[in-house]
Structure formats: structure tokens, C-alpha cells
């Protein structure tokens, strides 16, 4: 349990800030980021959420829309796209609830980056 001061956006319980910075995706981490506050766990949260759903959808585009069909990998494309949605889904279930648990998630690749481009602001 991460216990820092109040000072959240729009007064919202950390918890509850950080919950809804994974829960709405790279939005949610806009929202809460901008919408004021200087709690580091709800700062991390909205700052890795921005990092973890951007770099999925750059992912995701850059090899299921861009690289498959230009290598007519087209038998592939289907189920690793698939495998690739379930697994988006477990991280997203994985990030929201630990949040609203007040747990700090730290998503092995999305974290490093996030402390790269964020510091200044986290």
C-alpha cells in the first residue's frame, strides 16, 4: 500500500486517481496527469498508463497493420492479433484493479520508459 499526501487531481482519493488513469488508458493518464496534483503514486500511474497504451497501439500497428502484410504473413496475422488482444486485456484488468487497490504497478518495459520521459513530472 502506497501511503503519500492527498494531494490529487480533483480531489479524488489516490486509489481511486490511479484506478482511473489505467481504467480509461492513455486518456485516463492524460486526465489525471494534467488535472493537478502532486502525489507520485497517482503521477506514476497516469504517466505509465500514457506510456503503456500508446507504445500498445504503436506496437500494434507497426507489426499487425504495417510489417505482417508487407512479409504476406497473413496466416499469422490472425492469432498472434488475437493472443496479443488477450494479453492486452490481462495487463489492462492487471493495472486498473491494482490501482483502485492502491498497489504501484510497475509494467516491466512501460516502467523504464516512463521513468525516462516522466521524471521531471512524477
Known amino acids: 500500500m502506497v501511503s503519500q499526501p492527498k494531494d490529487t487531481p ?20 492524460i486526465i489525471m496527469l494534467v488535472g493537478g496534483g502532486t502525489n507520485k503514486f497517482v503521477r506514476f500511474a497516469a504517466a ?10 504503436i506496437v500494434d500497428v507497426a507489426v499487425f497493420w504495417v510489417i505482417f ?32 487497490q492502491g498497489k504501484e504497478v510497475r509494467v516491466p518495459i512501460a516502467a523504464s520508459i516512463t521513468d525516462s520521459l516522466f521524471k521531471a513530472s512524477t
Do not use: R
Open 48 to 57: 505509465q498508463s500514457i506510456v503503456l497504451w500508446v507504445g500498445w497501439w
Open 10 to 29: 480533483f480531489g479524488l482519493e489516490p486509489n481511486v486517481a490511479a484506478g482511473l488513469a489505467y481504467l480509461l488508458t492513455w486518456l485516463g493518464g
Open 69 to 100: 502484410p508487407m512479409l504476406h504473413l497473413w496466416l499469422l496475422t490472425v492469432p498472434l492479433s488475437m493472443l496479443w488482444s488477450v494479453l492486452a486485456l490481462v495487463l489492462w484488468l492487471w493495472t486498473f484493479i491494482s490501482g483502485f
